[in-house]
């Protein structure tokens, strides 16, 4: 759409006569701009300007051609078509006005890259910053935000947030290399995640008490944050407490078991489709059928539009339609081949799930047993995992204060 040729208005014509080429060529060298030249059998069609249409009074005099409107569009036209409906002329401004308003303050919030933290818990924390829907975009302060997310959330590593219109686009990164439940940046000691057989240990900082080839259960410590300090003598003459950093390989077993039913049911789509319109506001999903679903079996799929007076004014309101598509339930047998086929299909999912997060399989003693109506795989993985966990040190204040005194 041009925007510039509905503001002005213009107007299609048709021209006829025997000098409709002259009237072109006058129209040309007087810089009258016609647009969109079609030759017809009784002469010629085109559009022009508003403007150059009130020139043409002349050079159709001079040429003897004939003038016919067809067609009117444009912003001018409509304003004289309803010059006297007010109330709808007022309408449209007020309208206008209110949309221009309201694309300065905020109705949206859009959140990208979470995965560990839910786009809920992160808008709870924004709106505790006095960040919420229908205020002035102006008072936000972004790099705010992008500080508070990244001390209040130990998982993002990195947060971009920027207005957009009248959006908050909030985009985040979380580290999900390990398991921590402790604060790393503190004092804290490196603890088994799971039962195990220690396979090798690089210790950065802190104390090992463990070394390959040993056997640990959950909890254990591995490596203190306890670090003592000898002289030549070898006697003790301080200790300090730091964060514990260990590259540490752990070896252990976990059990597998998965099993699926030799019947199954199979859905038939009928084709038949049952459609209905709601709206959502925020998190509420309004539908407002006046006919309800009459089928007895069915599934429903949910397609939003957003509101979009503007590009860049995003509400927090969306069109909701809604499709009830028909089917039968029926019932069929899963042959043996078919049974084997699903749950190695299982395994190889969930091996390729646990090896993404860096865990090595040494050993696959699963099996899988096809019975009259299940099929079962079940077995053992022996696995080398880095699960450690961090946690809070043990301090013992009697034997520190003790330790203390020696020392002096």
């Known amino acids: ?6 503001l002005k208005g213009s107007v299609k014509i048709s021209v006829c006569g025997l000098n409709t080429e002259r009237f072109i060529n006058i129209c040309h060298n007087n810089n009258i701009l016609l647009n969109n030249v079609i030759t017809t059998d009784n002469g010629c069609c085109m559009e022009i300007s508003v403007r150059d249409f009130k ?5 159709a005099r001079i040429c003897g051609v004939r003038i016919k409107i067809i067609q009117k569009d444009g912003l001018p036209f409509v304003i004289h078509k309803y010059r006297r409906r007010y109330f709808f002329i007022h309408g449209i401004m007020i309208f206008v006005l209110v949309n221009i308003i309201m694309s300065g303050y905020l109705w949206r919030i859009q959140i990208t890259g979470n995965m560990h933290y839910s786009s809920k818990e992160i808008i709870n924390y924004i709106n505790r910053m006095n960040i919420h829907y229908g205020m002035k975009t102006g008072r936000i302060a972004c790099e705010d935000i992008e500080a508070g997310l990244r001390q209040n959330f130990d998982r993002i590593t990195w947060v971009s947030a920027d207005v957009n219109g009248s959006r908050l686009r909030i985009n985040i990164k979380e580290d999900d290399t390990g ?3 402790y604060a790393q940046t503190a004092e804290s000691d490196i603890c ?10 690089i210790t950065r900082s802190g ?4 070394k390959a080839g040993d056997e640990v259960k959950k909890g254990d410590v591995l490596v203190m944050s306890k670090v003592e300090s000898f002289n030549e003598s070898g006697e003790s003459f301080g200790v300090r407490y730091v964060c514990a950093d260990a590259d ?11 099993s699926v039913l030799r019947e199954y049911e199979l859905k038939e789509y009928t084709g038949r489709i049952h459609t209905g319109t709601g709206i959502k506001i925020g998190d509420r999903l309004i539908n407002y059928n006046v006919s309800k679903c009459k089928y007895d079996n069915y599934d429903v799929f949910t397609e939003y539009k957003e509101i979009t007076p503007y590009e860049n004014m995003n509400l927090p309101i969306s069109y909701a ?3 009830y598509k028909e089917y ?9 081949d078919e049974l084997e086929n699903i749950l190695n299909a299982n395994l190889m999912n969930y091996l390729e799930k646990i090896q993404e997060n860096g865990i090595q399989i040494i050993q696959n003693s699963v099996k899988i047993d096809i019975g009259s109506e299940t099929g079962q795989a079940s077995g053992t993985l022996l696995i080398r995992t880095p699960a450690t966990v961090h946690t809070a040190p043990v301090i013992n204040p009697a034997t520190e204060e003790s330790e203390g005194t020696s020392n002096e």
Do not use: C, Q, W
């Open 321 to 323: 339609y809604f499709y």
């Open 207 to 210: 104390t090992p008490i463990v």
């Open 1 to 6: 759409m041009n925007l510039e040729k509905e």
């Open 328 to 336: 039968n339930i029926t019932t069929s047998d899963h042959t043996d």
């Open 248 to 258: 540490i390989i752990t070896e252990t077993s976990i059990n597998y078991n998965d």
């Open 55 to 59: 020139k043409l009074k002349k050079p």
């Open 179 to 181: 398991k921590s439940d």
């Open 192 to 201: 088994a995640a799971e039962d195990g057989r220690i396979v090798s240990i």
